[in-house]
T-cell receptor, first 116, second 115 residues
Framework: NAGVMQNPRHLVRRRGQEARLRCSPM?????VYWYRQLPEEGLKFMVY????????ESGMPKERFSAEFPKEGPSILRIQQVVRGDSAAYFC??????????????FGPGTRLTVL | AQKITQTQPGMFVQEKEAVTLDCTYDTSDQSYGLFWYKQPSSGEMIFLIYQGSYDEQNATEGRYSLNFQKARKSANLVISASQLGDSAMYFC????????????FGKGTRLHILP
């Protein structure tokens, strides 16, 4: 049973370009979460999605960032016009259904974005 | 207000010794979950152990145990018989409430195991 898959694992972009990060949740999981980790920091919640719905985007920057989780295919985190401050590791996690406090989220290996 | 506090930015421990990583949390919810994750230098997030707020017994998973003191709002991770492979960043995290979706992470503790 494959875990959460993220690609690419490493992504290099120049300032002003677009970055697209992909996340395929574990089989049977319909809930996806995106987190960002700046160097030497813990992970910070960005957005929580179900299939075709954004449930909570309270951690998303207001501009340039968007996320989707279509009916078919992976979840995409899109960053337009990247700046150096966007350089970070972006982690995706998935869970099988909307659950309360008593269930873990399964994390992918992360995508390390470097903006030159 | 900071929700998860890890006061030890770094620790050095001799191999085979036990180590305790501190974590305190802040929440007004009665229902919550506490997690510890390990992040080795390769970068992935590895789930270690979970404690629910209503669990009466401390969680244990192999060499990992969680010292849960609810009144003090602390959830320290204890690693027994440390190994060189335990060298990594360790994050304490919390998920709030019955409908809590996001996990809130502390800043982490970098653990170095010395041979």
């Amino acid at each position: 049973n494959a875990g959460v898959m993220q690609n690419p694992r490493h992504l290099v972009r120049r300032r002003g370009q677009e970055a697209r990060l992909r996340c395929s949740p574990m089989k049977g999981h319909s809930h996806v979460y995106w987190y960002r980790q700046l160097p030497e920091e813990g992970l910070k919640f960005m957005v929580y999605l179900q299939k075709e719905n954004i449930i909570d985007e309270s951690g998303m920057p207001k501009e340039r960032f968007s996320a989707e989780f279509p009916k078919e295919g992976p979840s995409i985190l899109r960053i337009q016009q990247v700046v150096r401050g966007d350089s970070a590791a972006y982690f995706c996690a998935s869970s099988p259904q909307r659950q309360g406090a008593y269930n873990e989220q399964f994390f992918g290996p992360g995508t390390r974005l470097t903006v030159l | 207000a900071q929700k998860i506090t890890q006061t030890q930015p770094g620790m050095f421990v001799q191999e085979k010794e036990a180590v305790t990583l501190d974590c305190t949390y802040d929440t007004s919810d009665q229902s919550y979950g506490l997690f510890w994750y390990k992040q080795p230098s390769s970068g992935e997030m590895i789930f270690l152990i979970y404690q629910g707020s209503y669990d009466e017994q401390n969680a244990t998973e192999g060499r990992y145990s969680l010292n849960f003191q609810k009144a003090r709002k602390s959830a320290n991770l204890v690693i027994s018989a440390s190994q060189l492979g335990d060298s990594a960043m360790y994050f304490c995290a919390m998920r709030e409430g019955l409908s809590g979706d996001k996990i809130i992470f502390g800043k982490g503790t970098r653990l170095h195991i010395l041979p």
